[in-house]
């Protein structure tokens, strides 16, 4: 009796998983980096005032505005498990709540 199948779906599983694991590491990053955009704001501001330098605060608006933009394009491109297409876009449009595929409707964390 051969053991193939059983280990080609252990290995699919545990693709999944990883998968998963990576999407939930990217949502996390982005959220982490939404929600200390005023408090990073707010330094650069206060700091740009005590040290008179009125650069500091547009360059670190623009580069925290360039990292949220990478790890959203980040997790845009995140591919299904299943079908391998963009998970969160279609064509047209970038749904990233999305709880299917675009592509397959696979649901979010399926095993």
Known sequence: ????????????????????????LMSATLRRLLYACLPVFALAYVLGLVLLQRWLYPLAMIAWLAVIGWAGLRMARFACPRCGGAFFETWYFFKPLRRTCAGCGLPREAK
């Not at 009796?1 to 939930?24: C, I």
């Open 1 to 24: 009796m051969s053991d193939e199948p059983v280990v080609a779906a252990l290995e699919r599983s545990s693709a999944r998983d990883a998968a998963w694991g990576k999407l939930r």
